[in-house]
């Protein structure tokens, strides 16, 4: 081989390393400051965003501003999600791989956000008129998981009272703002029972008060298409300590807090939660399927990460959210 083809190859051999060199600089320093990705690993925001729909998340505006209440805001878990860690595909791995190491092991919640320091908060049932309002068609925009409620049950007149009364409206500050006037959320978790971030952290100590509570849930079994009402049982708030690794977030953020001064019902027996100074307060649109702050608390705002800004996959949604 002449000495001339000899040094073309060798100096294209070159260019080609320092381009994946330079490659790779440039989209760590990018991933690290400008865009973040993630996979959805729940269905707290359907429709608007679906399980396993893989997201760029824009960092840079919440580096110069906070996030408005109502936003959509991307966020490090506070603890550790075996479940969803579990759902991740190599790629989620490896782009985490970049992440802070103090969230090492942590996944990235989207959610919106409802609750800002110095917040109070409270889930107002709504009233009677309501369900008339949707019966003589009135209200346009029902959420999807209300209207699996109504058509499970076929009926509204069918729904049982006790279910009825979950349904809420937020306050904040003592007013429904505008950006939340068509959203409506379960009374579920921490807004039934002031004790109930306790009750995770600690089921043994908490049996008693989780045998005597009148607490329920529903849960919406994606199997059968059923809409199943349940009194959860200690085994349950077991199973969410282990999954959620609970009781080191309890104790490495939430008993620093005063939660008596912040959770608490009023004199009409709703529960009011106040959002400490340095936190925010998430949940998902789909309330009937959201893993959300009702039933882990708490996020520090050093924990968001950003703002959806474009759906990557699956390619036939491809597009900005």
């Given at each position: 081989?002449?000495?001339?083809?000899?040094?073309?190859?060798?100096?294209?051999?070159l260019?080609?390393?320092?381009?994946?060199?330079?490659a790779?600089?440039?989209?760590?320093i990018?991933?690290l400051?400008?865009?973040e990705?993630?996979?959805?690993?729940?269905?707290?925001?359907?429709p608007?965003?679906q399980?396993?729909?893989?997201?760029?998340?824009?960092k840079?505006?919440?580096?110069?501003?906070e996030p408005?209440?109502g936003?959509?805001?991307?966020?490090?878990?506070p603890?550790?999600d075996?479940?969803?860690?579990?759902?991740?595909r190599?790629?989620?791995?490896?782009?985490?791989?970049?992440?802070?190491?103090?969230?090492?092991?942590?996944?990235?919640?989207?959610?919106?956000?409802?609750g800002?320091?110095?917040?109070?908060?409270?889930?107002?049932?709504?009233?009677?008129?309501f369900?008339?309002?949707?019966?003589?068609?009135?209200?346009?925009?029902i959420?999807?998981?209300?209207?699996f409620i109504?058509?499970y049950?076929?009926?509204?007149d069918y729904?049982?009272?006790?279910?009825?009364?979950?349904?809420?409206?937020?306050?904040?500050?003592?007013?429904?703002?505008p950006e939340?006037?068509n959203i409506?959320?379960?009374r579920?978790?921490?807004?039934?029972?002031?004790?109930?971030?306790?009750?995770?952290?600690?089921?043994?100590?908490y049996?008693y008060?989780?045998a005597?509570?009148?607490?329920?849930?529903m849960?919406?079994?994606?199997?059968?298409g059923?809409?199943?009402?349940?009194?959860?049982?200690?085994e349950?708030?077991?199973?969410?300590?282990d999954?959620?690794?609970f009781?080191d977030?309890?104790?490495?953020e939430l008993?620093?807090?005063?939660?008596?001064?912040?959770?608490f019902?009023?004199?009409?027996?709703l529960?009011?939660?106040k959002?400490?100074?340095?936190?925010y307060f998430f949940?998902g649109?789909?309330?009937l399927?959201?893993?959300?702050?009702?039933?882990?608390g708490?996020?520090?705002?050093?924990?968001?990460?950003?703002?959806?800004?474009?759906?990557?996959?699956p390619?036939?949604r491809?597009?900005?959210?």
């Open positions: 081989m002449k000495e001339a083809t000899k040094k073309k190859i060798k100096d294209e051999t260019d080609w390393i320092y381009a994946i060199i330079y790779l600089i440039f989209g760590t990018i991933r400051y400008v865009f990705t993630m996979m959805v690993p729940t269905p707290s925001m359907v608007t965003i399980v396993y729909d893989r997201l760029f998340v824009e840079v505006t919440y580096e110069f501003a408005n209440r936003s959509i805001v991307v966020f490090w878990t603890f550790v075996i479940r969803a860690q579990q759902q991740l190599a790629f989620d791995k490896f782009m985490d791989f970049f992440a802070p190491a103090k969230f090492e092991g942590h996944v990235k919640y989207v959610k919106r956000l409802v800002k320091p110095g917040d109070t908060l409270r889930l107002v049932p709504v009233e009677e008129t369900w008339e309002d949707i019966k003589n068609g009135k209200i346009q925009n959420p999807d998981w209300l209207d109504i058509d049950y076929e009926s509204v729904i049982p009272t006790q279910i009825k009364n979950k349904v809420s409206k937020l306050e904040i500050n003592g007013e429904i703002l939340f006037e409506y959320y379960l579920d978790a921490i807004f039934e029972d002031p004790k109930f971030f306790d009750y995770i952290a600690y089921p043994d100590k049996s008060e989780i005597t509570s009148d607490l329920f849930f849960y919406k079994d994606n199997f059968t059923r809409l199943i009402p349940a009194k959860p049982t200690i349950w708030y077991k199973e969410m300590r999954t959620l690794l009781t977030f309890y104790e490495n008993s620093k807090l005063d939660l008596p001064s912040l959770i019902k009023d004199e009409k027996g529960v009011n939660v959002i400490p100074e340095g936190y949940m649109d789909n309330t399927e959201s893993q959300d702050s009702r039933f882990f708490f996020v520090p705002v050093e924990n968001v990460i950003g703002t959806t800004f474009l759906r990557i996959y390619f036939d491809f597009g900005k959210i």
